[in-house]
């Protein structure tokens, strides 16, 4: 959509790559976002939409993607068809560690992982 200025907002984005994963060609949805409009869902939508047809067309094996679930993106890639895997079959564990250093009550809300947003692009899992 267009900004006040008249320049074009992002409201969604999309970033891709292909690799091998246990002798398969798969599609990595590397990272995604979008923001908390109707509009910038329909975009993350569209754009999923594209990537699956880029994949098809390159005869990918399988596409995979990592995301927080509950959040918009989630339910955008579960809508197109992505499915929630098991546990055993992810690449490696997700570790995270948080020291803070500050007693601001803002900041304790980074130990609720509910309040955290995570893809692939966020660690270095391919």
Known sequence: GASKTGEEDISAFIVLRTVTLMGLRCGVVVDLACGNEIDSNEGLAFLINVANAQFRKAGLDAVVAACTAGSDEYVQLRRNGFLK???????????VVLRLHTDDPQLGKLSNFKNWFLTFGDYDVL
């Open 85 to 95: 895997t098991p546990n055993p079959m992810h690449p490696q564990p997700l570790r």
